[in-house]
């Protein structure tokens, strides 16, 4: 430990504090922004790659869409070989040719390529026992998930023009099947590096201001602390060695200090003030160091065990919610292969319905924890399909509690908004209303048009009167303690549609209790 002998000592000593304090923020500031770079990566990879895989759906079951339409209206009046040439024809058309990292690609079940843009030397020949640099047959695998319910994923290593080399990929692939043709279409995944590579840029140039601002403060703390010395230090080392050569004489007399020696009138305050308060500071120093020792220690405890605990819960709730995904997945799994044994057994139905409010749940909390951390971009959306789909998730929770759904759903209602905030309103809606109504009662979900820029969703119960209709969208409110929940659905429906402006209105009387939301239709702004 160091010791200062003199002032001179002491701003020496400070001067070194002061660099060794400020290099430790240094460390600890460029260790914060390296962490923060690496869970901002972490999630960029994430919500590109799900973005990704988003579009790539959407794009090959539009084509499938067109397909289905095409045939179904040339049927009867074309052959089946002139249709397909005339589709084919209209995909190559829509294609834009400077693309040539993205494209559509189509294959019969025979792994023959019918259509191909970007060589159409391959186009009539056989790839199904293609294998590419990895040892992977990568139209096999694409026809294979083709054929399932939804189409899906595959993740391959393939050539790219851009680069001249082979990079990782992913792609969707969905089936046809009055034709037996697989369509699916793909994204390198390389395009995310680019992202990396900025976000990299950013984190260097903030590391750089850092540095530059705390070399800057260094600097300045250090001419400061040269300044006080030269300029104030040796009046006030004459001072207190004056003061001091009193305090010494005084335990041999009780002479006052002489004022005449002493510079500042600061210090003749201290002198007058010494003699006779130094016998009780000395014993009042001692208790009060004391207590203050006591006193310090007992904050820092309570003060650590406080932080300590605040972080086990946000940990245990983080960790919670990861935890809770996998076997959330294993029981859906295997419900979905009892019901295709055992079909209609109530038992099996009550288990979906308490697994889906588990989902549920887990969806809320996942949202909880990544909101702040996650920007939700938007998109063009058809509300109408993500409603109905909604729908149909709830309803064996709606069925195993006696109630059931009752729809009035515009079709084709598009608006701009982020998928999952936009499901996080309807599912806290659905879920409430499943949750207050009366039993064997209908919910009225209705969607339609209000007019060219607004459309709007409204739920319906039977229920019972809300009484606090101002606290309903408060922090953990619950309007029956009875019914259990947390109380955080409708605080995030209420934060979601503040950030939108979504206008949220509640009616609720003896009879009826409807919550209706008024969206924008090409809302754009964020808070």
Partial sequence: ??????????????????????????????????????????TLKTDYTNSQKELLKNDVNSVITFIQYYNNKYKDTKSKETIQKEVLEAIAQLRTADTINEYLFIYNFEGVSLYYPISKDREGKKYLEYTNHDGKQVIKDLIDVSKKPNGGFVEYLWYKL???????????????????????????????????????????????????????????LVLYSIFIYKNATILIVNDVLEIGKYFKESQKNNDPINQNRIIFGEFKVIANYATDAMNNIKLKTTMLEDLNRNLEYNVKEKTKELTNLIESQKKF??????????????????IDLLKMKIPNNKYITNIESGSKIIQY???????????????????????????????????????SNSLHFINKIENDIY????????????????????????AKSPIFVELDYLNDEEIE???????????????????????????????????????????????????????????????????????
């Fill in 1 to 42: 430990m160091f010791k200062a002998k003199s002032l001179y000592h002491l701003i020496v000593y400070s001067i070194l504090f002061i660099i060794v304090l400020i290099s430790f923020f240094t460390f600890i500031i460029i260790n914060n922004s390296h962490e923060e770079l690496q869970e901002k990566i972490k």
């Fill in 162 to 220: 851009a680069i001249f080399k082979d990079a990782k990929k992913i792609s969707y692939a969905n089936v046809y099947k009055d034709w037996n043709w697989t369509i699916g279409k793909g994204v390198y995944l390389d395009e995310i590096d680019k992202l990396i590579k900025e976000k990299d840029e950013e984190y260097n140039q903030k590391i750089s201001n850092y540095t530059l601002q705390i070399t800057s403060l260094t600097v300045m």
């Fill in 317 to 334: 709730i983080k960790n919670s919610v990861h935890e809770i995904n996998t076997p959330l997945s294993i029981i859906q799994t295997n």
């Fill in 361 to 399: 749940i887990y969806d809320d909390l996942s949202y909880l924890v990544k909101k702040d951390r996650v920007i939700y971009e938007k998109e063009y959306l058809d509300f109408s399909k993500v409603l109905i789909s909604r729908i149909e998730f709830f309803e064996e929770i709606a069925k």
């Fill in 415 to 438: 608006i701009k908004f982020n998928i999952i905030e936009l499901q996080r309103v309807i599912d806290n809606n659905l879920s409430n209303a499943i949750k207050y109504s009366f």
């Fill in 457 to 527: 969703f409204s739920v319906s119960t039977n229920s019972k009167i809300i009484e606090q209709k101002n606290k309903i969208f408060d922090d953990f409110y619950r309007e029956n303690n009875a019914r259990g929940g947390f109380g955080l659905g409708l605080k995030i429906v209420k934060d979601i549609c503040d950030k939108n402006f979504v206008i949220i209105n509640l009616d609720s009387n003896e009879k009826e209790t409807k919550f209706t939301y008024r969206f924008k239709i090409n809302e754009d702004t964020t808070t």
